[in-house]
C-alpha cells in the first residue's frame, strides 16, 4: 500500500501478524493539520509496517505489506476502531445539550409559572401551538444578552435565553398546502426574559430573519409583546442605538409578503412600533399597546399612568389600530393560522348555504335596516368569512373570504351606521383594504348598499374631503379583479367609491331586482329638484302625497331595470345566481399584467 498524500505518521493502529479486513483502519496520518485514516486495501495479515510515528510521507511511499491467507486467520483482538465511530456520547455533544437546555421552558420554572398565573402563555408555547409538528428550526437559540460586562456568563446563560427571543422558520398549515407554500418566518419576544425587550443581539436576529422573510418571499408573524429598546446592553459601543435597521427592514417587507402582528400583554414602543408596520394586527382583549410605556410617558413629563391605562385593548379595537380582537393567545394563534390560510393558496371548495336563501336577505320595506353581513355570509363558502376590523370604520365591513376555495377580499357597506353613508373612517378602512388585497393579489368583490358619502359641517371638519377621495385614488391603481353587486342602493359618488371608482371599472357591476340608483338619495333629489312645485302646494297631506307621487316616480326611473337597459349597470340578477355569477367572473379573471402604479395618497 502506498501513501495517497503528503502527509505525517501519527499512529498505527494495527500490528505486524494482525488479520486485518479491507476497509479496516491501519495507519493515521496528518496533513493540514487534519488526521486522516487510511484502511486496508484487501483482506490478510499485516506482514509488514514499513513507516513509523513522526515520519514524513510523499505521495506513493510504501506504508505496508500485507500478506493473503488462504483462510482468515483469527484476530489477535487488536483495538482498532475508526475515529469516528462513538463509544460514548462526545464531551461536544453534551456540551451543546447543556447549553441548549437552558433555552427551554422547563430551565425556568418559576419565570413559567408567573407567566401563567398572568393567564398568559410562554413564547414558545405559542410557537409550538402556531407551527406544524416538528418543523421549526430556530436562529440564534445560543444569544444572550449583551451585559458581559454586568453579568458572569452563567448568570445571562440561566438568565437571558436566546436574548429574550426565538427566531426561526416553521411550517404553519402545512397538512392544507404543503412544506414550501407552508414556510413562515416566526419572531416571538420572550416576556419572561427582561420583559420582552429589545436587545441588540435580538435586533441582530430579528434583522437576519426579515432579510431571510424577504429575500425568499416568506410571510412573517410576530408575537410582539413586550417593553421597547433595552437601555440595559451594555457590550455594543454605541451611544442611543438609533442606528439599527431592524424597523426599516420590517417596513420593507409592507406589500412583498404578508405579515401578521399579535399582541397578548404589553406592548409598547419600539415591539408596537413592529407591531404596527404588519398588515394584520391580532390582539387579546388583556393587551395594551402603546407607542410610549409607563416609563417613557412619565419621563416626558406627562404624569404618571399604569400600563392597563395606555392604549387598552378596547381603544385600539375603536380606533383601527386591532384588525382582530380575541380572548386569548389560543384564539390569536387559530386567528394568525386561518387569516394566513388566505395568502397561501387555494383550498378544497366548500358549498355555501343554499343560495335560495339570499331572495329573502333584503327586508321588505326599502327604509329599513338589515345586517348586510348575512349576505356574504350568504353566498361565500360556508364557515370561511373572517371579519376583520369590525371595531373601526363601521360605515363599511371588511372582510376575508373564499369562493369555491379561492381567497377573495369583501367590502360591504353597512346600512345599521349612519344608513351606509360612507363617512372618513370607513373610507380609511374601505381604501386600505382594497390596497392591502391588491399587494398580495387577492381578487375583490364589493356588496353596494350606500346613499352616498356623509356629508354636513361635522363630517367636513374631519376632512371628509381628502379622506373619502382616497377609495378613488386607490382603486384606479388596482391590479386585481374588481367585482360589484348593489344589493339595494346605489347612490352618488358614495356608490362609485364602492364601485372601484365608477359603475364600468369593475369586472362586472349588476344589481338585485330591487336596487336603486340615482345621483344622490331619491328623497333629497326630490326635495331639492322638486321645491318649487311642493312649496307651491299647501303644507300638509296634500305636500305628502304630491311628495310621494315625486317620490315614486323617481324609484320607478332609478330601479334596476331601466339602469340594465341604459347599460349603465351590466346585469340585473337573481339574487340566487349571485355567487355562479361570482364563480365564473373569478374563473375567467386574472391579475393585470403591468407594474404596480405608485400613487400620492391623497390624505
Not at 456540551?95 to 437546555?101: G, I, K, N, P
Not at 355562479?580 to 403591468?594: M, S
Request: charged residues 20%.
Amino acid at each position: 500500500m502506498r501513501s495517497p498524500l503528503q502527509a505525517q505518521v501519527v499512529q498505527w493502529l494495527a500490528q505486524p501478524g494482525d488479520a486485518v479486513r479491507q476497509g479496516q483502519p491501519l495507519l493515521v496520518v496528518e496533513a493540514m493539520k487534519m488526521e486522516h485514516e487510511l484502511p486496508a486495501d484487501h483482506d490478510g495479515r499485516l506482514a509488514e509496517c514499513l513507516v513509523a510515528a513522526g515520519d514524513a510521507l510523499s505521495p506513493g511511499d510504501p506504508l505496508w505489506r500485507i500478506e493473503s491467507l488462504a483462510a482468515p486467520a483469527p484476530s489477535r483482538g487488536t483495538d482498532a476502531t475508526p475515529l469516528h465511530t462513538p463509544t460514548a456520547e462526545r464531551d461536544d455533544l453534551r456540551r451543546l445539550r447543556e447549553r441548549l437546555a437552558f433555552t427551554e421552558d422547563a430551565a425556568r420554572p418559576e419565570a413559567v409559572t408567573r407567566r401563567h398565573a398572568l393567564g398568559l402563555r410562554t413564547a414558545r408555547e405559542n410557537l409550538a401551538d402556531l407551527c406544524d409538528a416538528d418543523s421549526f428550526i430556530e436562529y440564534g437559540a445560543l444569544a444572550v444578552a449583551a451585559q458581559a460586562t454586568r453579568r458572569s456568563e452563567a448568570e445571562l446563560i440561566a438568565q437571558t435565553p436566546a436574548d429574550g427571543m426565538v427566531t426561526g422558520i416553521g411550517a404553519v398549515n402545512g397538512a392544507l398546502f404543503g412544506p414550501e407554500r407552508a414556510r413562515t418566518v416566526v419572531l416571538a419576544y420572550d416576556a419572561t426574559v427582561l420583559a420582552g425587550t429589545q436587545g441588540m443581539r435580538n435586533h441582530q436576529k430579528t434583522d437576519r430573519l426579515l432579510g431571510i422573510a424577504l429575500d425568499q418571499r416568506l410571510p412573517v408573524v410576530l408575537f410582539a409583546e413586550g417593553g421597547g429598546g433595552r437601555p440595559g446592553d451594555t457590550d455594543m459601543p454605541i451611544v442611543a442605538g438609533l442606528h439599527v435597521g431592524t424597523f426599516a427592514a420590517m417596513a420593507r417587507l409592507s406589500g412583498r409578503v404578508p405579515t401578521i402582528g399579535i399582541a397578548a400583554g404589553r406592548c409598547f414602543a419600539g415591539n408596537a412600533a413592529l407591531l404596527g408596520c404588519c398588515d394584520l394586527i391580532i390582539a387579546t382583549r388583556g393587551s395594551n399597546i402603546g407607542m410610549g410605556g409607563p416609563a417613557m410617558v412619565e419621563g416626558g413629563g406627562l404624569g404618571r399612568f399604569a400600563p392597563e391605562a395606555i392604549g387598552p385593548a378596547e381603544v385600539q379595537h375603536a380606533n383601527g389600530v386591532i384588525d382582530l380582537l380575541v380572548d386569548d393567545e389560543a384564539q390569536a394563534v387559530a386567528a394568525a393560522q386561518r387569516c394566513l390560510a388566505f395568502f397561501q393558496g387555494r383550498v378544497a371548495p366548500v358549498p355555501s348555504t343554499p343560495p335560495e336563501r339570499l331572495r329573502a336577505a333584503l327586508p321588505a320595506s326599502r327604509s329599513r335596516s338589515y345586517d348586510s353581513r348575512a349576505v356574504l355570509q350568504g353566498v361565500a363558502d360556508e364557515g370561511s368569512v373572517v371579519w376583520l376590523r369590525e371595531g373601526f370604520g363601521l360605515g363599511i365591513h371588511t372582510a376575508l373570504a373564499r369562493f369555491d376555495g379561492r381567497a377573495v377580499g369583501v367590502l360591504v357597506n353597512n346600512p345599521q351606521h349612519l344608513g351606509g353613508a360612507i363617512d372618513p373612517d370607513a373610507a380609511d378602512k374601505g381604501a386600505r383594504f382594497m390596497r392591502w388585497c391588491d399587494a398580495h393579489g387577492l381578487p375583490l368583490l364589493s356588496l353596494v348598499d350606500t346613499p352616498g358619502f356623509m356629508v354636513g359641517p361635522e363630517v367636513e371638519a374631519r376632512a371628509q374631503v381628502r379622506h373619502v377621495s382616497r377609495l378613488f385614488v386607490v382603486a384606479a391603481a388596482l391590479r386585481v379583479p374588481f367585482f360589484s353587486v348593489v344589493l339595494r342602493k346605489g347612490f352618488g359618488l358614495g356608490a362609485m367609491g364602492m364601485t372601484a371608482g365608477g359603475f364600468h371599472a369593475p369586472g362586472f357591476t349588476v344589481a338585485w331586482p330591487g336596487a336603486e340608483f340615482g345621483a344622490m338619495g331619491l328623497e333629497g333629489a326630490v326635495r331639492l329638484g322638486y321645491r318649487k312645485e311642493l312649496e307651491a302646494v299647501p303644507e300638509g297631506p296634500q305636500r305628502q302625497a304630491l311628495f310621494d307621487e315625486l317620490l315614486a316616480r323617481q324609484i320607478a326611473q332609478g330601479a334596476a331595470i331601466p339602469m340594465a337597459t341604459t347599460l349603465e349597470i351590466d346585469a340585473v340578477i337573481d339574487p340566487a345566481d349571485t355567487r355562479a355569477w361570482l364563480l365564473r367572473g373569478l374563473e375567467g379573471a386574472k391579475l393585470r399584467d403591468e407594474p404596480a402604479v405608485r400613487t400620492v395618497d391623497p390624505w
